[in-house]
């Protein structure tokens, strides 16, 4: 069967992963128990998660020309995420995003965007090509919001179906809304995306009668959500003790694109997308936790 094509356009970060007993509140001083350095970035975590899974991924996005830069380039060209997309840039350092994780395995993140704050219209106007025969595109929030814009317009024309996590959240045109495959938001990005009362469900109305084809909001432990013309149906989490919830979304996503692009139904595909999360929030960091297609059917075999 011939591999479907997919483009992410999205961020590369070096992660500083601090581990803390609890997430510290406004005003307190805590000691870490450590802090490490990992591979990250919403579209690198992606694209890798998807290559780890046997897919066909090449990435567009942008480093700083410094030792992070260099070791979150190899770490996409060492899992098999194609780089002819991904520029070096002369002013800006990489993107960073320092992370910490508490001992319950929650975590919170602030991202300083660097150069991933460099990957503008005339980058994807360079690579344009690679859509030519892509079956999916894949975006997130951490590049400027014109790059999305005119992205979605390149995917539009080609035909390329467009996959959009919305995170970080901030408001979306009607113009980037309007025939997505797929919108996946979390639950906060749904309630930032749809502000003030309502539930779920009502949140959800909303967004999917902008014209997205399938909505999926991601609810943590309690699985996931799927809006689309047949109806509302909910998936459980597969469950798992949380080390660290770090990437638990991008190895959703990862997983639910290689899914749809082996010819699963997009309900199975949810369900394979469940599995690769769950494996992912069982190991420290974000890359480092993704799993191969040996982990999954080596964690399937240990059921
Ligand atoms: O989704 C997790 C990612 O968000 C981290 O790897 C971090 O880099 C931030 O972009």
Known sequence: MKLAKIVVVGSINMDVVIRVPHIPIEGETIM???VQYYGG????????????LGGDVHMIGRVGKDAHGQRLYDNLLENGT?????????DQPSGTAYIYVSDRGENNIVVFSGANSKVDVAQISRYEHLFDDAEYCLMQMEIPRE???????????KGVKI???????QPLSEQILEGLYILIPNESELDLLCPGPGSL???????????VQNLIVTLGAKGSML???AGVKYFPAVPVKPVDTTAAGDSFIGGLTIGLSNKMDLEAAIQYASLVAA?????MGAQASLPDLAAVEAYLAGK
């Open 32 to 34: 870490a128990r450590s």
């Open 41 to 52: 970035g919403k579209g690198a975590n992606q694209a890798i998660a998807m290559s780890r």
């Open 82 to 90: 194609k780089t002819a997309g991904v520029e070096w840039d002369e």
């Open 147 to 157: 790059t999305i814009e005119h992205t979605v317009q390149v995917c539009k024309q």
């Open 163 to 169: 996959i959009l996590n919305p995170a970080p959240a």
């Open 201 to 211: 469900e009502e949140k959800s109305a909303k967004l999917y009668g902008s014209g």
């Open 227 to 229: 809006m689309n013309e």
């Open 279 to 283: 494996i992912t929030v069982s190991k």
